[in-house]
C-alpha cells in the first residue's frame, strides 16, 4: 500500500495571511489575483504582492499555485491569456483551473507551469482523472462529495504520477462542489463568477400563496429554520485514512480567513501530520489535544463530511448561522523596538488585560500586557482603532509573525 506523507496545502487571503500560512507549517499555498478566481470579495493580490508572495515561498523551499477557476465565458477568454503570459514571468508552481478553455490557454501560454483541476469540475471518478491526466494534468482536486473509499478506487486506476488532492477541512458547500445558482437568483451576483452572497447560510421562511405577508419558518422538528447551513468539514482525527486512501495534498478552505484561523489550522494539522508519521500511536493518543487546539478559531461545529457516507441532518446546524468564536484575533508581531514589539491592531485591547501568544512550534503563552504605546512611543492604554499601529511590551520576547489572540469565555 502506497503510504506517502501528504502536503498540507493552505489558503491564502493577503501577503500577510500567506507569510502564516508558511510559518505555521503550511507545505504549500494557493492564492488568488485580481482576476479569475473564484472569491472576488477576498482581498485577493495585486501584481506586485503576487510576485513578493511567491519569492517568500519560494525562499521558503514551500510551493505556491494560483486560482483560476472561474467559469469563463467569451469575453473572458484574452484577459485570462493575457493574466497567464503575466503569471509565466513570475513562476508559481501551478494554475488551479476548472474550465477546459482556460485550461487549454494555460497549456498554450505557459506549459512549464503545473496545472491542477479545480474541484469546480466535478471529479467523481477515475476516467476523468485520467481524462486531465492525458491532456497534462498533474493533479486533479477531488470532489467535496467522493467518500473515503471512491478516491481509494480512484488511486488505484490512476498512474502513481497523478496527484490527489481534496479537501479536508472548512466550509462546505450545500450545492454540487460549489456549483450553486442561488446567489445569481437572489442578488444578481455568481458564485461561478467568485462573487457568492452566500445564502445557504440566511434564514428561510414559506409563504402560502393566498396568505399573502403571512411568513411561516421553516422548521424540522423545531430545531430551526437554516435548512441550507452544513457544519464544518474537520478530518484531523482521520489522517490515516487519508494517507491510506492515497490521498496526496490535504486542502484547507478558506481564503477569506483571518490569520489567526490559518495558523490555529495549519499548526494544528502540521502537528497531527508529523505525530502520525513519527509514531501512530502517538498520535492516536493526542486526538483529544488536536480537536481541542483546531476549535480555537472560528468554526461552524464540525463534521467529516460525505467521507464515511452521505451527510444527514445531523451534519447541518438548525439553530444559527454564526460561527462558534472562542478567541478573538489580535494581531502579529512585527519587529522590535527598544525592547517592545511592533503590532498592527486587528481588535482592541488594553494594558493589563490578559492574553495568549501562539507560536509555530506548537506553544501558546498566556501573557499579561505590560505596556503599549502609538508608533511615536506615547504611552497608551488600549488601542481602540482599527488596523492602528502600536508597540506592546508582553514581558516575553517575541519573534515575527507570532500571533496575538484573547480567549473569550462565553463564545458565539
Known amino acids: 500500500m502506497r503510504k506517502k506523507k501528504p502536503e498540507l496545502l493552505m489558503p491564502a487571503s493577503s501577503l500577510e495571511v500567506l507569510k502564516v500560512a508558511i510559518h505555521y507549517g503550511a507545505d504549500a499555498v494557493y492564492i488568488g ?9 477576498a482581498k485577493n493580490f495585486s501584481k506586485e504582492e503576487m510576485m513578493e508572495g511567491i519569492d517568500f515561498v519560494h525562499a521558503h523551499g514551500k510551493r505556491i499555485y ?4 472561474i467559469t469563463a465565458h467569451n469575453g473572458d477568454l484574452e484577459g485570462v491569456r493575457k493574466y497567464f503570459q503575466e503569471l509565466k ?51 486533479v482536486v477531488s470532489a467535496r462529495e467522493l467518500s473515503i473509499e471512491e478516491i481509494r478506487q480512484i488511486r488505484e486506476h490512476i498512474p502513481d504520477e497523478l496527484e490527489i488532492e481534496t479537501f479536508v477541512h472548512g466550509a462546505m458547500c450545500i450545492s454540487y462542489s460549489g456549483r450553486c445558482l442561488l446567489s445569481n437568483y437572489f442578488t444578481g451576483r455568481d458564485a461561478n463568477l467568485g462573487a457568492c452572497t452566500h445564502p445557504c447560510r440566511w434564514k428561510y421562511y414559506i409563504m402560502e400563496e393566498n396568505r399573502p405577508g403571512e411568513y411561516l419558518p421553516v422548521e424540522e422538528n ?16 482521520h489522517i490515516p485514512d487519508i494517507v491510506e486512501a492515497g490521498i496526496d495534498s490535504m486542502k484547507v478552505e478558506g481564503r477569506m480567513k483571518t490569520a ?32 481541542e487546539e483546531i476549535s480555537k478559531c472560528t468554526y461552524r461545529q464540525y463534521t467529516t463530511g460525505f467521507f464515511y457516507g452521505k451527510p444527514t441532518h ?49 506553544r501558546t503563552d498566556e501573557v499579561t500586557v505590560k505596556a503599549m ?17 502600536i508597540y506592546v511590551d508582553l514581558g516575553i520576547a517575541l519573534e515575527p509573525l507570532d500571533v496575538l489572540r484573547r480567549h473569550d469565555k462565553e463564545g458565539i
Open 222 to 237: 423545531e430545531r430551526g429554520t437554516y435548512i441550507f447551513n452544513s457544519k464544518d468539514l474537520c478530518m484531523i482525527e
Open 314 to 362: 445531523e451534519d447541518q446546524v438548525y439553530d444559527s448561522n454564526t460561527y462558534v468564536t472562542e478567541y478573538t484575533y489580535l494581531g502579529l508581531i512585527g519587529e522590535e523596538r527598544g525592547g517592545m514589539y511592533s503590532l498592527e491592531q486587528r481588535n482592541k485591547f488594553y494594558v493589563g488585560e490578559q492574553i495568549e501568544v501562539m507560536h509555530p512550534d506548537g
Open 260 to 291: 489567526l484561523y490559518v495558523a490555529v489550522v495549519a499548526r494544528t494539522y502540521r502537528e497531527a501530520l508529523d505525530d502520525y508519521f513519527k509514531d501512530p500511536a502517538l498520535y492516536e493518543k493526542k486526538i483529544p489535544h488536536y480537536m
Open 33 to 41: 489575483g485580481e482576476m479569475f478566481g473564484l472569491r472576488a470579495k
Open 89 to 139: 514571468e513570475m513562476g508559481p508552481d501551478a494554475l488551479i483551473i476548472s474550465d477546459p478553455g482556460v485550461f487549454s490557454i494555460a497549456r498554450e501560454v505557459c506549459p512549464e507551469i503545473e496545472a491542477h483541476i479545480s474541484t469546480q469540475a466535478n471529479n467523481v471518478n477515475y476516467a476523468t482523472y485520467q481524462f486531465w491526466h492525458k491532456l497534462g494534468a498533474t493533479r
Open 373 to 389: 504605546t502609538d508608533e511615536e512611543g506615547n504611552p497608551i492604554e488600549s488601542c481602540p482603532h482599527p488596523k492602528q499601529k
Open 66 to 69: 494560483i486560482t483560476a477557476n
